[in-house]
């Protein structure tokens, strides 16, 4: 159920992200085509975030204490091309236009993502 929280929060989030950013877009052909492409880079992204930003921090360890934790901007503005990249691969109808709206878009996600993760929560209480 979690899993399924989470995955709704950041479908929203990224929605949110086409609507604020500029260069960040979802062209479905219908409101559902576009819903669930939408649901599909949402888990795209989960998953490039889950399976590579461990391994990033790990080795990047150094550029974080350096930078006081800014490069971690980049970090998540590169993890969004690769999740436009992966979608283009899939031909699903998202796309992120250059490092700026990736930078941008990445930054919506995540205050958007806790904003909405503030307000709901991961689990039912006392199930």
Request: charged share 10%; net charge positive.
């Amino acid at each position: 159920m979690g899993f399924l929280i989470r995955l709704a929060i950041t479908a929203v989030a990224l929605w949110v992200t086409t609507l604020i950013v500029p260069g960040v877009d979802v062209s479905g052909r219908s409101g559902a085509d576009t819903a669930l492409t939408l649901v599909v880079v949402a888990l795209i992204f989960g998953v490039v975030n889950a399976v590579l930003k461990p391994v990033i921090k790990l080795f990047g360890f150094v550029f974080y204490l350096l930078t006081l934790g800014l490069f971690a901007l980049v970090v998540n503005a590169l993890l969004f091309l690769l999740t436009d990249w992966i979608a283009r691969g899939l031909d699903l109808p998202f796309r992120v236009h250059g490092f700026w709206a990736a930078f941008w878009g990445a930054i919506v996600m995540a205050v958007v993502s806790w904003l909405i993760s503030v307000a709901v929560p991961d689990r039912l209480e006392g199930r």
